[in-house]
């Protein structure tokens, strides 16, 4: 569950915002860790909704300030 819309996100809180991103950025860790070791991800997707899950978080927090 890496992919996270902007409906869902718009009715998120800004603690769960905070705490989703962190989970994702966890996530990301993982993902590059994988590829690092020279092992293919076992989804290449997954890598790109992740990066962009992390991006649509960081906008609306920067945006609701």
Known sequence: MTHVG?????TMS???LESR???LQEEMLQLRAEQ???GTPSNMGEFKATRRSIARIK???NNTN
């Open 21 to 23: 991103l962190v989970e």
């Open 59 to 61: 906008t609306i927090l």
């Open 14 to 16: 800004r603690e769960a």
């Open 6 to 10: 902007m409906r869902e996100l718009s």
């Open 36 to 38: 690092s070791m020279g």
